[in-house]
């Protein structure tokens, strides 16, 4: 009976039962032939060599040799299904994994390190190898080890007792030994999560890292993690050697035993010389599961530990999949009601309270100072974040009732990251829609101005465009992004600092581009470009989480940059003197305007 952290592997062995029942058959008689060889020697022994029997030894090895090539035929046959085996394992696995991965919530993601994630996709292996391998194959033949016991107490029952005494100690010694080592495996994976989270770092920092010369700071930190995985590594596998060697000792034991009472046994006359060497032979394979027991203990408890990580993955909530709703294109009204979202319960809330409403035909300023909330406001809008409190309606419906492909095809999101994958350039439009056609495709480029850069490139559109596009320039990857955002014509967009990467003339097509598509779009830019502010018919400020500032542009700069400066001149420290009546007077705090933003165009 599997235990309860085992329930969502069910489903994926109960259609393999009947394979694993082949496999038992198969396994009966590999383990029914093995008795073969014992049984030919004793005969041997006994009756060829005492009675000259040449006759009946050419027939002893030519049956015995029919019974190797059957054999040979068996095994081949058990590890082909077994391949078989780990094919269906490894697909369901691995697509019931990545599709529950994909699913779970972005701020689920964001809590573990990449490490962790990487260490649930190897997770799949363990558990391929474990239910495929030979580690399955070892649990099959292990009730086997009775049948040559059996078998034992028939050819000698006088040394049989050797075994009754030897079998406990080899059970102990494999249940110890995979609760010490246990233990020890999971000491060095936390210090192996802990290096492959420096090493990810490394690898996506690499030009920093090159540019700024800091492989001196970081390599003192990775010797440090490093050291601490080996000692941990070592710990864990003296460990394992002792009781692997401890098993070797009880075999080699066990064959003196089996020797000294054996040959006592013949001197009394109780026992034939066949008889012994044919236990000898028995006993191996009687203590050859057992010794492997004691070596794969490990690969069991790394096989356990691996599938209750995936449970926990598995239990973990996940996006909405199914709409309670269908609705077509939305036209692109957002509003918020007093939203708020904290990162944990116990941190103070990063957005507080936010509560605005946007129309359509108009392009709106997302500012604040760095921390203010507005990157994590863009993502509560888009559906990424779920708010701790209030709501955000699309056309005056709950979002949380859209499907995350819903609200990708209704919302355009451009993040701070350029975040493209290895592949060629169109693979990387055409990721969130699949379904795009050239056509689209190229309108979406011709509209952020990159479509002759793409045709430049030696293979246009099916250019490959390297490791996070590495072989575009941060301008180019950027109007990639941008372009990826328009595909399908969403009705509202969301833009984190989309001119980041961008020079002037770019930047200047793109305030171009945002001014047509404002027309009979919603669009939201978080930007302190000024060049894209003066684009801008509405302005949102942040500050704390909150809302400081709201309204047409034209009105909220002018009280923003008063309101900056009277910060400024409250935090210059100011010279010894008597002020003057007017200087005494407290400059005036441009009042916060009502926080519903019509849209009115610039």
Not at 266 to 289: C, D, F, H, V, Y
Not at 431 to 445: G, L, V, Y
Not at 456 to 465: A, K, N, R, V
Request: charged share 20%.
């Amino acid at each position: 009976m599997l235990p309860a952290s085992f329930d969502w592997l069910r489903p994926i062995i109960k259609p393999l039962m009947k394979t694993f029942r082949e496999v038992m058959t198969m396994s009966f008689f590999v383990n029914m032939m093995a008795l073969i060889v014992p049984v030919f020697v004793l005969q041997v022994y006994d009756r060829v060599v005492f009675n000259a029997g040449i006759e009946t030894l050419q027939g002893l090895v030519i049956g015995v040799i029919l019974v190797l090539v059957f054999d040979y035929i068996l095994r081949q046959t058990r590890s082909k299904i077994m391949q078989r085996v780990a094919l269906k394992i490894d697909v369901e696995v691995g697509r019931k994994l990545f599709k529950q991965f994909t699913s779970v919530p972005l701020q689920t993601l964001e809590s573990k390190p990449a490490a962790f994630w990487q260490t649930m996709f190897r997770d799949v292996d363990t558990v391929r190898n474990t239910l495929s391998g030979g580690t399955a194959i070892l649990l099959v033949d292990l009730p086997f080890v009775f049948l040559f016991l059996g078998l034992i107490l028939l050819l000698a029952l006088p040394i049989a007792w050797v075994f009754l005494i030897i079998l406990p100690m080899f059970l102990f010694v494999a249940w110890r030994s995979g609760k010490v080592i246990n233990s020890a495996s999971q000491e060095e994976k936390k210090t192996a999560l802990s290096r492959d989270d420096l090493v990810a770092g490394v690898i996506a920092g690499r030009t920093t890292i090159k540019a700024l010369a800091m492989d001196r700071t970081l390599e003192a930190t990775w010797e440090d993690r490093h050291a601490d995985n080996i000692e941990n590594s070592i710990i864990r596998g003296g460990k394992a050697d002792a009781y692997t060697n401890l098993g070797m000792t009880l075999t080699l034991l066990t064959t003196i035993s089996l020797t000294t009472v054996g040959a006592i046994a013949i001197i009394n006359q109780e026992l034939t010389m066949g008889a012994l060497i044919a236990t000898n032979m028995l006993s191996g394979r009687l203590l050859g599961p057992m010794n492997q027991l004691v070596g794969s203990w490990r690969a069991f408890g790394g096989f356990k530990q691996s599938v209750e990580r995936l449970g926990q993955l598995f239990e973990m909530p996940i996006e909405r999949q199914e709409s309670s709703v269908e609705m077509g294109r939305p036209e692109g009204h957002i509003s918020l009601d007093k939203v708020t979202f904290a990162y944990s319960e116990e941190s103070e809330p990063v957005v507080d309270g936010v509560s605005f409403t946007l129309k359509p035909g108009a392009l709106t300023a997302l500012v604040g100072r760095n921390g203010s909330g507005k990157t994590t406001l863009v993502k509560i809008i888009q559906g990424l974040y779920t708010p701790s409190s209030g709501r955000i309606l699309l056309d005056k419906a709950d979002i949380k009732q859209f499907t995350r492909y819903e609200l990708a095809s209704w919302i355009g999101y451009v993040p701070q990251e350029c975040a493209l994958l290895h592949g060629t350039v169109r693979e990387n439009l055409a990721f969130s829609r699949p379904e795009a056609t050239d056509e689209e495709i190229i309108a979406a480029c011709e509209a952020t101005g990159v479509h002759e850069t793409i045709i430049d490139l030696p293979e246009g559109y099916g250019s490959d465009i390297g490791e996070a596009g590495r072989r575009l320039s941060g301008g180019q990857k950027q109007r990639l992004t941008i372009s990826r955002a328009l595909l399908g014509n969403p009705p509202v967009l969301l833009l984190d600092e989309p001119s980041g990467s961008l020079d002037r003339q770019a930047e200047e097509e793109l305030r171009d581009l945002l001014a047509e598509l404002s027309h009979d779009h919603t669009i939201i830019l978080v930007t302190h470009s000024p060049i894209l502010l003066g684009a801008c018919a509405n302005m949102i400020v942040m500050d704390r989480g909150k809302i400081a500032l709201a309204g047409p542009t034209k009105d909220v700069l002018p009280k923003l940059a008063q309101s900056t400066q009277n910060k400024k001149d409250q935090e210059t420290p100011k010279k010894p003197a008597v002020p003057s009546q007017a200087q005494a007077q407290p400059k005036p705090t441009a009042p916060a305007l009502p926080l519903e933003v019509m849209g009115d165009k610039k």
